[in-house]
């Protein structure tokens, strides 16, 4: 029998994913620190660093917000490292 992956496994994986390509976009718009990035976003440091390290969900219109204040369409931030 295949051992499948437990939910949380799943989702930890998902987040970890989110939070890198994050990174990615905020390094490509020239963003060096996550600081930078949360004071563009208007959001606390500590919390875009959750959001980057995979310890933090964001809900689905603050994911919006975020990806529109960086000027990165969803279909361009999920075309890379979500197959």
Known sequence: MENKPKR???NQEA?????????EIRKAKGYKTAEAAA???EIQRAQYTR????????NYLT??????????PISEFFA???D
Request: charged share 35%.
């Open 8 to 10: 949380e496994e799943i």
């Open 39 to 41: 004071y563009k976003l």
């Open 51 to 58: 959001y980057e390290s995979g310890k933090s969900n964001l």
């Open 63 to 72: 994911m919006i917000e975020v990806l529109n204040k960086l000027d990165i």
């Open 15 to 23: 987040l970890e994913r989110f939070g890198k390509r994050l990174r």
């Open 80 to 82: 890379q490292g979500f």
